[in-house]
C-alpha cells in the first residue's frame, strides 16, 4: 500500500486510455463538493420540532455560516501550499493526503456537533477538512493539463464540475440520512457528518488510487514559467482579482437567494419553495463551468471571461428591477445565470492560468491564485449583512441589497477591463500542445473500461440530478424552467448521437443533410403562429388592464366632483386595487376560487346605487355605473384569459419540431462535429429564450408589471 504512493508506481503503462482519468478526477471533486452543501444541515434543522429545535439545532445555526467562511479561507491557503506538495509526492499521493484529511474533518465535525463543542466544530470542518479540500481541489489540475495539452479547458471544466455538482448528491444524501438518524433525542446532523465521511471515504478512496499520470510531460519544450517567476508577473495578480470578484459576488450572491425569492413572491417563501429555488441553483452551477470550459476550448479563455464578466453585470444590475416588480419567472432564471457565471469563471481558471504562464507549472500557479479563494470568502462573511436573508428586511435592508447588487455589477465591469489587460506571459506555439507520445501509437479505445470508469460517477450524478428535480417541483415555476431548459438538453442530446453516429457505419452521406434542413422552415412557420397567438394575448391583456385603470379614475373623479369629502368611493377603489394587486401576485387565477375583488365592488355598487350621494346628479350616476360595469367586464374578462395558458399540445408540438430542426442542423454539417455542435447549440439556445419568451409571456401578466408599469399609483 505504501510502495503504490510512489510516484513512479502512478505511471501509466503503455495503451492506457487517458479518457479514463477524466471520471476519476470527477469522482474526487464530487466528494469535496460537499462543502457548498453545508448549509443542507440548515433546512432541516430549522423545521425540526420538539426536542430537536434544542440542543445541537440551534448551537450549529448559529455557527454554520462562520465554519463554512473558515473552511472556505483555509481551503484558498491551502491549496497554495499543495502546489508544490503534488510536483513532490505525485497526484495520487496528494489526492490520498486530501481523503484523509477531509473524511476526518467530517467526522471529528459530526462528533463536535453530537458533543455540541464549538471550537471542536470549528477546527474539525473549518481547518482540517479545509485543508483536504485545498489540497483535493488542486490534485488532478496538473494530471488532467499534462494528459489533454489539446483540450485543457474540458479537461480541468469536468473535474472543476464535480465540484459544483457535488452540491446536489451531498444535500441529497444529508437529507435522507438526516431523516434515518433523526430521533427524539438527536436531529441527525452529527450521524448524517459521519455517515458522510465513511461513504466519501470510500469513493476518494478508490479515486485517488486510479490517479495514472502520463509517462513525460505532455508538452515537454512548451516554454512555461517558474512559480517563483509567475508571482511577479502582473498577470498573476489580474488574474487573482478577477477570481477575488468572482468569489465575492457568487458565495453573497448564494446567501441571498432566499432574500430574493421571498421579493420576488410578493409573500414570504416557504421552506419547500426555498429548498426547490436551491436545488435549481445547484444545477446551473454544475452546468455553468461545463457549458464554460467547453467553450473556451473553442472561444479562448480570454474571449469566455470576457463574455462570462457581461453576462453578469447584466444580471447583476438588472436583478433587483425585475425582483421588485415581483416577476418570479425572470428572477429564477436570472439567479440560475448568475450562479451559472459564477461556476464558469472558477471552470476556466486552471486552463487560463495554463494558457499565460504555460503548462508545465500551472497547477502550481493556479493552486497560488485560489488565495483569492481565501480573500474573497473572509469579504463576502463581513459583507454579508448586505445580503441579509431575512424575509423580513426592512425597507432600509432592501435598499442595501440592492446598492450591493449594483455594486457587484460594477466589479464585474471592472473584472472585464482587468481581463482585456491580460497578455500570455510566454508563447506558446501550436505545435506543441500535441497529444502526449505513446510508444505504439494512440491506444485503441477500451469501451468496457471507460464504461466501468464512469458507471460510479454517473449514478452520482444521476442521484443528485433526481434530487434536484424532487426538490424543484416544489417550486411554483418548476413547469416553465423545466420547459425552458428542454431545448438545450435536446440539442446536447443531437451532439451526442452525431458523435456517435458519425463514427459508425450508419454515417450520414449525400444530399440527405440538405433535404432534412426544410424541417427549420416548417419550425420557423409554426413558432411564428404561436408566438403570434401568445402576444395577441398579452396585447389583449394589456389593453383590459388600461380599461380597468382608466374605469377607476373615472370612478375617483367622478365621486370628488360629486362629494368631495365623502370617503366611501376612494376607500372602496383602494381597498379594490389592493386586493386586484394582492391577486395578481399569487400568478394565474383559480377560476373556482372565490374572488378577492367582491367586497370592494359591492361597496361601489352600494354607492351607485346611493340616491342620497347622487342627488341632483343624475348624469354623473349614470356615467358612475357605466365606468363600474366597464371595472368589472373588464376584469372578468383579463381573469379569464390569465386562467387560460396555451395549450400544452402546442407546446409538445413546438418542441417536436424543434427537435426535428436540430436533428436538420446535424444532419447539414454531418462530417464536421465542430460544426455540428456549434451551429445545433447556438440554435438550441435561441430555441431556449423563445420558448422562454412565450412561457413568461403567458404565465406572468400581472397588473403591476405589464407593459403600462403601474398605473394604479397615480390613485393613491
Known amino acids: 500500500m505504501i510502495s503504490s504512493l510512489k510516484l513512479e508506481r502512478s505511471i501509466a503503462k503503455p495503451g492506457y486510455d487517458r479518457r479514463r482519468v477524466l471520471p476519476v478526477a470527477m469522482a474526487l471533486h464530487l466528494c469535496l463538493g460537499q462543502a457548498y452543501a453545508l448549509g443542507a444541515l440548515y433546512q432541516p434543522l430549522m423545521t425540526s420540532t420538539g426536542a430537536h429545535q434544542t440542543g445541537a439545532s440551534a448551537w450549529i445555526n448559529l455557527h454554520l455560516n462562520g465554519v463554512f467562511t473558515l473552511a472556505m479561507v483555509i481551503l484558498g491557503l491551502s491549496a497554495a501550499f499543495a502546489g508544490p506538495l503534488v510536483v513532490r509526492i505525485g497526484p495520487r499521493a496528494t489526492a490520498l493526503l486530501s481523503t484523509l484529511l477531509f473524511c476526518c474533518g467530517l467526522a471529528l465535525a459530526g462528533i463536535a456537533i453530537e458533543a455540541e463543542q464549538m471550537l471542536l466544530f470549528y477546527v474539525s470542518y473549518g481547518v482540517i477538512a479545509g485543508i483536504g479540500l485545498g489540497i483535493g481541489y488542486v ?283 491580460i497578455r500570455p506571459a510566454v508563447q506558446q506555439p501550436a505545435a506543441e500542445l500535441a497529444k502526449p507520445e505513446y510508444p505504439e501509437g494512440e491506444p485503441p479505445v477500451d469501451v468496457f473500461a471507460l464504461m466501468r470508469a464512469w458507471w460510479l460517477v454517473s449514478l452520482l450524478l444521476l442521484t443528485g440530478v433526481l434530487w434536484t428535480i424532487y426538490k424543484a417541483s416544489g417550486l411554483p415555476l418548476a413547469w416553465e424552467i423545466g420547459v425552458t431548459l428542454v431545448p438545450l438538453g435536446l440539442g446536447a442530446m443531437v451532439c451526442v448521437a452525431f458523435h456517435f453516429l458519425d463514427r459508425s457505419r450508419f454515417t450520414v452521406r449525400g444530399v440527405v443533410g440538405p433535404y432534412f434542413a426544410a424541417l427549420a422552415l416548417l419550425f420557423g412557420l409554426y413558432a411564428s403562429l404561436m408566438a403570434n397567438e401568445v402576444w395577441q394575448k398579452t396585447i389583449r391583456i394589456n389593453d383590459l388592464l388600461d380599461a380597468e385603470v382608466s374605469a377607476l379614475q373615472s370612478l375617483s373623479l367622478i365621486a370628488v366632483s360629486v362629494m368631495p369629502g365623502d370617503a366611501r368611493v376612494p376607500q372602496a377603489i383602494q381597498a379594490y386595487v389592493d386586493a386586484l394587486v394582492a391577486s395578481d401576485r399569487m400568478g394565474s387565477p383559480d377560476p373556482g376560487a372565490p374572488s378577492t375583488l367582491q367586497e370592494p365592488l359591492q361597496r361601489l355598487y352600494l354607492a351607485g346605487a346611493d340616491a342620497e350621494f347622487f342627488k341632483g346628479h343624475s348624469s354623473q350616476n349614470a356615467s358612475f355605473m357605466t365606468a363600474l360595469e366597464n371595472l368589472r367586464s373588464s376584469n372578468l374578462q383579463r381573469s379569464k384569459l390569465r386562467s387560460q395558458p396555451h395549450d400544452g399540445a402546442k407546446l409538445a408540438s413546438l418542441l417536436i419540431f424543434g427537435l426535428l430542426t436540430q436533428i436538420a442542423i446535424a444532419f447539414c454539417h454531418a462530417g464536421n462535429p465542430r460544426a455540428i455542435s456549434t451551429s445545433v447549440m447556438l440554435f438550441s439556445a435561441g430555441f431556449s429564450v423563445a420558448v422562454a419568451a412565450m412561457e413568461l409571456l403567458d404565465t406572468a401578466i400581472r397588473f403591476a408589471d405589464t407593459a403600462g408599469v403601474i398605473p394604479y399609483l397615480w390613485l393613491r
Open 139 to 421: 490534485a488532478p489540475v496538473q494530471m488532467l493539463l499534462d494528459w489533454f495539452p489539446e483540450r485543457r479547458g474540458l479537461a480541468t471544466g469536468l473535474a472543476i464540475t464535480g465540484f459544483g455538482g457535488g452540491a446536489m448528491l451531498a444535500t441529497a444524501l444529508s437529507s435522507f440520512l438526516m431523516e434515518m438518524f433523526r430521533s427524539p433525542g438527536s436531529n441527525g446532523a452529527g450521524q448524517t457528518l459521519i455517515m458522510l465521511a465513511a461513504v466519501y471515504g470510500v469513493i476518494m478512496l478508490v479515486a485517488s488510487l486510479a490517479i495514472r499520470v502520463p509517462a513525460g510531460a505532455a508538452s515537454p519544450a512548451a516554454p512555461s514559467i517558474e512559480p517563483s517567476r509567475a508571482v511577479r508577473k502582473p498577470q498573476f495578480y489580474l488574474l487573482w482579482i478577477i477570481l477575488l470578484i468572482s468569489v465575492m459576488a457568487g458565495i453573497n450572491h448564494l446567501a441571498s437567494a432566499p432574500g430574493i425569492l421571498t421579493l420576488a413572491m410578493g409573500r414570504s417563501a416557504s421552506m419547500v419553495e426555498i429548498s426547490g429555488f436551491v436545488a435549481l441553483l445547484s444545477v446551473s452551477n454544475m452546468a455553468g463551468r461545463f457549458l464554460a470550459a467547453l467553450a473556451s476550448d473553442y472561444l479562448g479563455r480570454k474571449n469566455t471571461a470576457g463574455l462570462l464578466l457581461i453576462t453578469g453585470a447584466v444580471l447583476y444590475a438588472s436583478t433587483p428591477l425585475i425582483a421588485a416588480r415581483m416577476n418570479l419567472p425572470f428572477t429564477v432564471l436570472e439567479y440560475m445565470l448568475m450562479t451559472a457565471v459564477y461556476g464558469g469563471l472558477f471552470a476556466i481558471m486552471p486552463s487560463y492560468v495554463s494558457d499565460v504562464f504555460g503548462p508545465k507549472y500551472a497547477g502550481f500557479i493556479h493552486g497560488r491564485i485560489l488565495t483569492a479563494w481565501s480573500a474573497g470568502a473572509a469579504i463576502a462573511f463581513a459583507l454579508g449583512a448586505l445580503f441579509t436573508s431575512d424575509s423580513a428586511a426592512s425597507a432600509a435592508q432592501q435598499v442595501s441589497r440592492s446598492e450591493a447588487f449594483y455594486g457587484t455589477a460594477l466589479l464585474f465591469l471592472l473584472a472585464l477591463a482587468i481581463n482585456f489587460l
